[in-house]
């Protein structure tokens, strides 16, 4: 999905793409599928990043992920950070309503290096978007950041916080080790991360 796109609108959902967020058991498993499998090929012509764990807040079923590596928060590297929400039916348009302006915000925010989401119907939404470091995007969450409405994902978060949107959540954070591929075109989108294609 486009982030901040109208609903309703052809840019929104992109029917012609696919994202996969995947946990493997060591690099030699993700070289394998890439380069075995009919699926993995497909995606090997993509653009992908590999990345160890860090933290993660919340949960969701089907995940099993250690214990959170590093209680000390990066400061100056650059962060992945994904979202996976299972969403209540009924608080999908309220949902709609606080999201969006956060959705821009991230999308249009300086410290962004790249911010998608996705969508599994019906009700399965992530983000994952890569922050030139973790203290930029801590600032963003926390509503610090020098930007016009910097509060909206404070915003978005106490309403969260009044009545839940999701039955499952889970925020997770992550440090990129290496880069894949290409991206609309272009390459190196983490500075100083190994592009071996």
Do not use: C
């Not at 933290?55 to 209680?71: A, H, V």
């Amino acid at each position: 999905m486009t982030l901040g796109a109208p609903i309703f609108s052809p840019s929104r959902v992109l029917f012609r793409q696919i994202a996969i967020f995947a946990q493997w058991e060591n690099e030699a498993a993700i070289n394998d599928f890439l380069s075995n499998d009919k699926l993995g090929r497909k995606i090997a012509t993509g653009w992908h990043i590999r990345m160890t764990f860090l933290r993660q807040w919340g949960k969701i079923s089907g995940l099993k992920l250690p214990e959170n590596i590093n209680s000390e928060e990066l400061s100056s590297t650059p962060v992945v950070a994904v979202t996976i929400a299972k969403m209540k039916i009924p608080a999908i348009p309220r949902f709609i309503y606080w999201g969006r302006p956060v959705e821009k915000l991230v999308r249009d925010h300086p410290a962004a290096l790249l911010a998608n989401a996705s969508i599994k119907l019906p009700n399965t939404v992530s983000t994952f978007s890569i922050w030139k470091s973790s203290s930029e995007m801590i600032n963003m969450v926390q509503g610090h950041s020098v930007i016009p409405m910097p509060k909206r994902h404070v915003n978005a978060m106490s309403e969260r916080e009044r009545k839940d949107f999701h039955f499952e959540f889970t925020t997770l954070r992550f440090s990129p080790i290496s880069e894949y591929g290409s991206w609309k075109g272009q390459k190196n989108i983490i500075p100083n991360l190994p592009n071996p294609s």
